[in-house]
């Protein structure tokens, strides 16, 4: 059964969030940079009443995923009038054909998930039109499950990434790297061991372009697992359901309609949840392209990420998807990815898989 906030029960449960962020942040290791981490709440598919309840109780940084959702949501007149310093953060899967749209958002804070030099190019260039006085903050998203239904760049090609923006991106700053990781880790049977190489990540970029650890941020943990994140070192946690209630994918679907806030394809096709099968997204790799960056030994998975590493991206074999909401959902990094593949399944009765 779906879990849906009623009234007042928004600032209720953010104020019981940031309890909890705290006491995670007080417990962790001395060995961790003191950086006091960052909620943003993922307010994906939640109506514009809710993201103001919590703006209100003091919510400041808001996660999205499409960028026709944050375009609206941006706009809505309520969110300009009432949530005058919100800070947009975008945590899905970045096309270059949207980035302009992308750029133009108002009060866009963050884009959390840059996975190539071409996409940081894009935005670079974007932001640069509009001549903004400040610098539009991004991370670079890792693939560190080496999942192959996950976005994100290999963990051999996180330096030359963060290399490029630095040095050849002026309109953008590095700030951070982002994973999604796993979601089926149990905390006590050890560390996460996609966290361990964010922050693995992390020290080898920090060496590589001199930068102290504590001013590179770690992105990571969503409702399931943010306080063991923070155990290990995250700064900036994305939580929704236990904030916003289960997000249910059909609200506002019509038939023969795209569901409410996803990105439709250029050609009109709308987003299908039948059940049927669907080819799997695999990533174009390069065998004679071995991966530079050293990476403690670790699970299968990650060693098949080292294995296959290139700079190919996994975004130019999708095409066998429906739609492009369809795509998003199955491998961007988001909060409640179990809850949307089961809807994307034919399953909507996904369960409340995180609890109040």
Avoid at 248 to 260: E, R
Wanted: hydrophobic content about 35%.
């Amino acid at each position: 059964m779906r879990r849906v906030m009623a009234d007042g029960e928004v600032g209720k449960a953010l104020r019981s969030v940031l309890d909890r962020i705290r006491a995670a942040s007080n417990a962790r290791s001395l060995e961790i940079p003191a950086v006091q981490p960052r909620l943003v709440a993922v307010s994906k598919t939640k109506p514009v009443a809710l993201i103001c309840e919590a703006y209100m109780n003091g919510q400041r940084h808001f996660g999205e995923n499409y960028v026709k959702e944050l375009e609206e949501k941006s706009t809505n007149s309520r969110i300009l009038n009432e949530c005058k310093s919100i800070r947009w953060h975008f945590i899905g899967h970045v096309q270059r054909n949207k980035v302009n749209k992308l750029t133009n958002i108002p009060h866009l804070h963050m884009v959390e998930t840059v996975h190539s030099e071409q996409l940081a190019t894009s935005l670079n260039s974007a932001w640069e039109k509009l001549q903004k006085a400040e610098r539009l903050k991004i991370m670079v998203q890792v693939n560190t499950s080496g999942e192959e239904n996950k976005h994100g760049c290999l963990p051999c090609d996180v330096v030359s990434i963060a290399t490029h923006v630095v040095n050849t991106c002026p309109h953008l700053e590095f700030v951070g790297l982002m994973t999604v990781g796993a979601l089926n880790h149990n905390p006590s049977k050890g560390p996460n061991l996609d966290f361990q190489h964010l922050a693995e990540c992390r020290k080898t970029v920090c060496e590589n372009l001199s930068i102290l650890e504590e001013h590179l941020e770690l992105s990571m943990g969503m409702s399931g697992d943010f306080e063991h994140a923070i155990a290990m070192g995250s700064t900036n946690v994305r939580v929704g359901s236990v904030i916003f209630g289960t997000r249910d994918y059909k609200i506002d679907a019509k038939p023969g309609s795209s569901k409410a806030g996803t990105d439709s394809t250029a050609s009109g096709e709308q987003e299908t949840n039948d059940g049927s099968s669907r080819e799997k997204l695999a990533p174009q790799t390069n065998p004679n392209e071995p991966c530079s960056m050293a990476i403690s030994e670790s699970s299968e998975k990650q060693s098949k990420a080292v294995a296959s590493c290139s700079k190919a991206h996994m975004e130019n074999s999708i095409g066998s998807y429906n739609s492009e909401s369809e795509k998003d959902m199955l491998v961007n990094g988001f909060d409640d990815v179990c809850t949307a593949h089961l809807t994307i399944n034919g399953r909507p009765d996904a369960p409340d898989l995180f609890g109040p």
